[in-house]
């Protein structure tokens, strides 16, 4: 069937991109690639200063934390693949890292070292190094970020391609290249001097002098033998992007970094010196032009060291039987904390210590930063059930909790700490105050819960009950609560009681925030307020004029309803001897709009406003408290309030009708807990 005929084939020729293909699979002669070097001498750039640029090419953002300018590199809400492998919450140390991919790029020094992520589990190290590696891939596909490299073309057609997909440029001998180099950066185009490093890989080498024996010495005749063709950065494809793992240390060879002999091609090419017979396809020689990941680089057996020390420091690798090979690769390993310390004691492992920039990759240590993880893994997108409002945030807050030190200050609780570290203002303390609780706890961020814990828990709460429509915090608190008895990382019995008391800290806070919730969801009833108000001014009107008020049921007058006004006044703490005062300048105010020609408007006055809301759901919560906890047969008129409280919920805040239920009956518990110990 072809594509005019099938819908589903003609959308995707349509969607095809020929061009986009064609100019990624281009192919051109030496000569071409040096009009395109001239052009843009861009394009001969090397690993570490195209990463950088890569990372630079997304645009920054900028703003002050402590009196402290910090860049936020938008790189790191992961532009290519829809945020999957964002980070956040970790600025600071994204921009130390940032800063010594620049010193690389700019040759200062950075660039002979090993790049060490170093940080808890779960801090977000190999979703830091995916990110590069993806982002490489992403820049090498576009025209600012393209690279080059060549094959050899054997008379009968056959292709080499060099295996270590070398820059074409290294072609030009090196006796001629500086005059060569000097030419192309002249037009001061390229934001970095070109200037390749070293001498071809071994298969271009032996090419390059079989070559030249055959073309009788001519350089000019020689790179006619050669295709220049664009590079795409593919870790599936094994293009320019490495990774390695350590495995168990018996089953560790070298060859697995620099490659190996391939028994099969010495038969063909008769030695096994040959290069042809070589497979470079060790990391090291993969991920040239790129980036190459140690996962867990200091578990690697010390007889790799050598090979690692060699490609940051010298930047060559040595594979079997051939000479040093010269390598431009970024290099950047992970690891965590027992594994560092092992490094600072083992002598053995001095070199590779003096050869490392670490940069410490911690946990999140603010509160709404941390939900930002949760809130991109289980968004609607990715989740079918609802989430309750604040559910992700609790257990943010609870997860930051863990990691943080108790304050030395005795007025401050953890919780407060947590605020002002998430930017929240406390009377009494300021920007410097905090800045101070951050510098007196060294080791925050280093210590507690693991974000990967978090999103195991919060997923066992999504599936745990198949028909629930919805997942509220408890549900997570408690997941939460009862993973820690197997908890694989926590051994000590103090700790996990630590932790389960700040879930019950937790839990305290949310309490808070849904009874401010529902407290302003059924206080939102205008209508109810508007007479509410009015009720009290006539009151009032009617107290400081010593006249008698008119009941709008009976039609009767009878004294001012002294209970209503303090019931409201009380709720700002106006004191009995202050409320005479308090309603002549009611009556004042409103007296003065009269006779402009106005009304009065509660809105207007704050204190007022926020006092009626307060009476108003006094006076409701107990319909809602009665319903959920005396019976299940509610009248038809308090249902009714129910049902707009629950609407707002619904409409206003986020919740679902499942969710929005839950929350009613569960402040409703609060309250009728509060009443009985009141009474009681
Ligand atoms: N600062 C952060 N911003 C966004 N997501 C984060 C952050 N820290 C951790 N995560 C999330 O936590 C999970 C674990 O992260 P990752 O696997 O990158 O950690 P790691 O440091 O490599 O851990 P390990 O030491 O166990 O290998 C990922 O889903 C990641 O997105
Ligand atoms: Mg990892």
């Known amino acids: 069937m072809s594509a005019e005929t099938n819908p589903i084939l003609s959308m995707i020729a349509e969607l095809q991109d020929v061009e986009q293909f064609k100019v990624q699979h281009w192919e051109g002669s030496f000569a071409d690639y040096l009009d395109i070097v001239r052009e843009d001498p861009n394009v001969a750039r090397n690993a570490y200063q195209r990463v950088y640029d890569m990372i630079m090419h997304f645009g920054t953002e900028e703003y002050t934390e402590y009196k402290k300018r910090i860049v936020r590199y938008r790189f790191f809400d992961d532009p290519f693949d829809d945020g999957r492998d964002a980070v956040f919450g970790i600025d600071v140390h994204l ?13 200062y020094g950075a660039e002979r070292r090993v790049i060490l992520l170093h940080g808890p589990v779960g801090s977000a190290k190999s979703t830091i190094a995916r990110l590069l590696k993806k982002g490489l891939e992403w820049y090498s596909k576009q025209p600012e970020g393209r690279m080059y490299t060549f094959s050899w073309v054997m008379p009968d057609g056959e292709e080499i391609p060099s295996p270590l997909n070398e820059e074409p440029l290294k072609l030009i001998p090196p006796e001629m290249r500086e005059t060569v180099l000097a030419e192309i950066n002249r037009s001061g185009r390229g934001r970095y001097p070109v200037s390749p490093e070293g001498d071809l890989d071994p298969v271009s080498r032996f090419m390059y002098r079989e070559t030249m024996k055959e073309v009788g010495g001519d350089w000019t005749k020689l790179v006619e033998r050669v295709k220049v063709r664009r590079l795409i950065a593919s870790e599936k494809d094994r293009v320019c992007i490495g990774t390695f793992q350590p495995k168990d240390e018996k089953n560790q060879d070298s060859t697995e970094l620099t490659g190996d002999i391939n028994y099969r091609k010495i038969a063909e090419y008769g030695s096994e010196s040959d290069p042809r017979a070589f497979n470079f396809d060790g990391e090291f020689c993969v991920a040239n032009r790129g980036i190459i990941e140690f996962v867990e680089v200091l578990k690697l057996d010390v007889a790799f060291l050598y090979d690692l020390l060699g490609a940051s420091q010298e930047h060559v690798i040595k594979p079997k039987k051939f000479a040093q090979t010269a390598i431009d690769e970024v290099i950047i390993g992970h690891t965590n904390e027992p594994e560092y310390r092992k490094l600072q004691s083992n002598e053995f492992m001095e070199a590779l210590r003096d050869r490392t920039i670490k940069i410490d990759i911690p946990y999140i240590t603010k509160w709404h930063e ?132 700040l879930l019950g800290v937790v839990k305290k806070e949310y309490e808070d925030i849904v009874k401010n919730e529902v407290q302003k969801a059924i206080a939102a009833d205008e209508e109810a307020i508007t007479r509410l108000c009015a009720n009290y001014i006539d009151n009032v009107k009617a107290y400081t004029l010593k006249e008698k008020v008119k009941n709008a049921f009976t039609g009767q007058y009878e004294e001012p309803n002294e209970r209503l006004m303090r019931s409201i006044e009380e709720k700002i703490d106006i004191p009995e001897t202050r409320k005479d005062d308090f309603r002549r300048e009611l009556m004042n105010y409103i007296g003065g709009l009269a006779i402009d020609g106005r009304t009065f408007d509660y809105r207007t006055n704050e204190r007022l406003h926020k006092a009626l809301e307060l009476k108003l759901f006094e006076d409701q919560k107990d319909s809602i408290k009665l319903t959920s906890l005396v019976s299940q047969v509610v009248d038809k008129e308090t249902q009714a309030k129910i049902d707009i409280v629950k609407q707002r919920l619904i409409d206003n805040y986020g919740y679902d009708e499942q969710s929005a239920t839950d929350v009613l009956n569960f402040v409703a518990s609060i309250f009728a807990r509060g009443d009985s110990k009141e009474s009681g």
């Open 370 to 501: 941390e939900a930002r993880i949760y809130q991109k893994d289980f968004n609607r997108k990715r989740v079918r059930k609802h989430i309750a409002p604040h559910t992700l945030e609790m257990a943010a807050m609870w997860s930051v909790l863990t990691r943080l030190e108790d304050p030395k200050k005795p007025n401050l609780t953890l919780v407060q700490k947590l605020k002002l570290y998430d930017g929240r203002t406390l009377p009494g303390f300021t920007e410097d105050n905090v800045k101070e609780l951050r510098k007196a706890a060294k080791r925050e961020g280093m210590d507690g819960i693991s974000p990967r814990y978090v999103q195991d828990k919060i997923s066992n709460a999504l599936v745990r009950d198949a028909d629930a429509t919805s997942i509220n915090p408890f549900m997570v608190l408690n997941e939460l609560e009862s993973g820690l008895d197997n908890h694989s990382l926590i051994s000590d019995e103090e700790t996990k009681k630590r932790y389960r008391d």
């Open 95 to 107: 921009m130390k890292l940032v800063n010594v991919l620049k010193s690389a790029a700019l040759g």
